[in-house]
DNA sequence: TTGAAAGCGCTACCAG
DNA sequence: CTGGTAGCGCTTTCAA
């Protein structure tokens, strides 16, 4: 492997000159360059990155924490970060932190340890002020959270206008009385949703049933034991809807093996549109999460902020938005 | 960010010697050890990983590419490699190479660069001889494929045994005319699976219907194509096997479409088992393909190979097995 | 068992 | 516009 050192020996020039010629900042006569970009062609020159890295104080990587690896939401998200991120030259370092306080707070540091320039986290359980004081040692931008204090580092989805839409789509079609299947309340994306499950209801002057609210864990079983229990129940209702998708699914499947029809019997609606819900057998009515767009939108934020690149445009809010499929129908 | 030669000159010894208790591997006497580690925590002393990197040639970073970062099959994949890497202190750096052949080339230059001490593939478009060369440049553990003169190198599943085990079953269910929807098959694994399907009919002595094979794209729109050029052909069939569960789900939402009841008027089959088969309705009866566990081992080869772990033990061949769901019925 | 010192390959500053 | 050179923080001989 040629080295920068080989490239100015073979070019006659300086090793200092070549690398202004590699970085395309300072000034180098065409003359010059020229008879450098020769001598990189024929000894197949590469850059070390390492070296570039250890000399100039940038490890051109970023770095990402998912709760998950695996599962649709994440691999979108991922799948964004990863496309906007390697056009720009740079490298996503992934780790998973399992929605759990030790494991995130782990990662973060294996993540740190690694030199990453900045860090885009989905997390769960670290707190507020724990990515406050993490910000100060490495610049963070947060997916799917509103940080006090640091609006102007999280790309967000307004889970709140989610919730209501979701709800307020079975209120428009004649549902009223609707249980929710929420995800784990100290999820702050369940929480949101929840809330605006209930400012629809009471927009339309509904109370709030307590016994149709049942907490599900975001995973499919979770939403059929949750079903389970709104069944057991004894109290009617018309439509459920779910926190996401895969409890929406795990919700639907409980309903059949109650021989209930859906939508016929009981609508179901999701969130989140995950790749899956098209699957759905009846496909799934469901709310749109941007995951893709909105992992892309981390990784131009970091383009913008740590790279310099002020081409880049960030937005950072997104709206969810209702997908009408066959799980719902309107009475 | 304190430094090694600080963590020397507090612990009142030389540089090297700390580099020693760091790496464990020379004696350094207790004394001398504790004076250091004391040192190391007072200052909150953290490594250099770049400087690691650029000193000892050695990255201790993995590079792994997939065809789509998104996509439960590779989802399922990555999570084993970050996994298993990560309890290693080794992180992995994601490409997706998009199953052509100039991305694929592309991804593998920019992990190169990288300086990745190993790359762990799952690539489609590249022929046996570049990655045969490629290996010389850099260690490849590639799965999902076996390359000839690199047999050692890859993680395989017995894609040819899970094509035949899935015709086998319907066969054995007594199905008689089975359609095919196979995957591009320019593709090996697509293939091998169409190989195995062969193999079973001919089991059975009976003769592959040409026009009851039909060619998809491992998407779920080309399983919904296919199963549309098979219903229009005229030809009839009792079941269908799809080379993956995506495009069974396609085949299926087809089917209903044309009013069709699964697995009443058609059985059908899917392969690699992937989350979402469980959610479908009705719930799809496939092949388990364990990507995951795959994911795992290809890790595994890294740290036995590269990373000198003979610790760990490394399984090379997986055997597909036969999931029972209720997309096929006996007749 | 420990220390001194020579790199690893590159960037960036200072002169000229 | 170009060259010289001092690091970046660590590993790894070689001697002691």
Redesign the pocket.
């Known amino acids: 492997?040629a080295?920068?050192?080989q490239v100015s020996e073979r070019a006659?020039?300086?090793?200092?000159?070549v690398?202004?010629v590699?970085?395309g900042n300072?000034?180098?006569?065409e003359?010059?360059?020229n008879k450098v970009l020769a001598a990189m062609a024929e000894l197949n020159?590469?850059?070390?990155s390492i070296?570039?890295s250890?000399?100039?104080?940038c490890s051109n990587s970023v770095g990402m924490l998912v709760s998950e690896v695996h599962g649709p939401f994440f691999g979108e998200m991922m799948s964004g970060v990863e496309n906007e991120l390697r056009t720009a030259g740079k490298h996503v370092i992934i780790a998973a932190g399992h929605s759990d306080e030790a494991s995130e707070k782990e990662a973060i540091e294996f993540l740190i340890s690694r030199k990453c320039d900045a860090l885009i986290l989905h997390v769960d359980a670290v707190t507020d002020q724990y990515l406050i004081d993490l910000n100060e040692r490495t610049p963070v931008v947060i997916i799917n959270r509103t940080i006090p204090g640091l609006e102007d580092h999280c790309i967000c989805l307004n889970n709140e206008l989610g919730g209501y839409q979701a709800t307020k789509a079975l209120l428009d079609m004649n549902h009223r009385q609707i249980a929710y299947i929420s995800g784990p309340l100290w999820k702050h994306d369940a929480r949101e949703r929840f809330e605006g499950h209930k400012r629809a209801l009471s927009e339309f002057g509904l109370p709030l049933d307590e016994a149709l609210c049942v907490q599900g864990d975001f995973h499919e079983e979770g939403g059929a034991r949750a079903m389970e229990t709104l069944l057991a129940s004894a109290k009617p209702f018309t439509a459920v809807a779910c926190a996401n998708d895969e409890m929406a699914c795990g919700a639907m499947n409980c309903a059949r093996d109650h021989k209930l029809d859906i939508p016929a019997d009981v609508s179901v609606m999701g969130f989140d549109n995950v790749i899956m819900s098209r699957y759905t057998f009846p496909h799934l009515t469901t709310i749109d999460y941007p995951a893709g767009e909105m992992g892309r939108m981390a990784a131009c934020w970091v383009r913008r902020q740590i790279y310099q690149d002020k081409q880049v445009k960030v937005r950072q809010l997104f709206e969810p938005s209702l997908v009408l499929r066959d799980s719902v129908r309107q009475l």
């Open positions: 492997m080295t920068i050192y006659g020039v300086s090793l200092a000159t690398s202004r590699m970085n300072a000034k180098v006569s003359t010059t360059r020159y590469r850059p070390n070296a570039q250890l000399a100039s104080n």
